[in-house]
């Protein structure tokens, strides 16, 4: 029988970004992709993840969405039969918050245009950066989303940072999966996730950076197969 499995997006994501996973995975789960543009806190957002199906469910959020996701499987433990946080964060990251605050008050002053300027610089892995489709198909996605869904989203997660305090309450099966050559959400913090969750499983995929979805959506996918056939 074929599972719920929520696809919980990144800042400005929807269902483009997975839509590799939704064509790969179809045999094997129902899934759904929560529309988090209106949303204004990761209240408001776990909510939403918690309406978008009825009863029991499997859970990836990647980035933003890994974020949500801690609090969804440490408000609801009883629903979420298992989780899969990718390329996230749990702990304060002065790199990451430096960048998101500037391109806050880039928006905030009213140079939206300038704030899209600066997407030119994805933190992808090395081996993307020669591929001119996989950079045309991101930035054609990122620039028809919303000033104000990137504000809210934006605004959201820098006024609740922190995950610390929720990783000890998930107590799903968890697989944490970050990418090699994510700049900004390393390695290392996606270790200190797993060794948070109680007995979470860890993987890196190889030459991906951020955008685990798109940059290395095979790869991922079959991670995402065996998770939720055997966790």
Partial sequence: MKQNLVLIPGVGGDSVLWQFQMRHLADLARMTVPDLSSCSSRKEMADKVLSSVS??????????????????????????????????????????????????????EGFFKEFLSTLDAFPVSPAKLSDSHFFEFLKSHMRNVQENV??????????????RRLLTRIICPTLVIAGRDDPMFTVDEHVFIADHIKSAKFAIIEDCGHYVTIEQPQALSALLRYWLMYF
Avoid: C, H
């Fill in 55 to 108: 009863g029991p469910f499997a859970m990836a959020g990647i980035s933003m969405g890994g974020w949500v996701g801690f609090e969804v499987a440490a408000r609801e433990p009883d629903r979420i039969t298992k989780f899969a946080p990718i390329a996230t964060w749990a702990r304060p990251n002065p790199m990451a918050e430096s960048f998101q605050k500037e391109a806050l008050r880039k928006m905030k």
């Fill in 150 to 163: 990137y504000l809210r989203q934006f605004e959201a997660y820098l006024n609740d940072y922190d995950s």
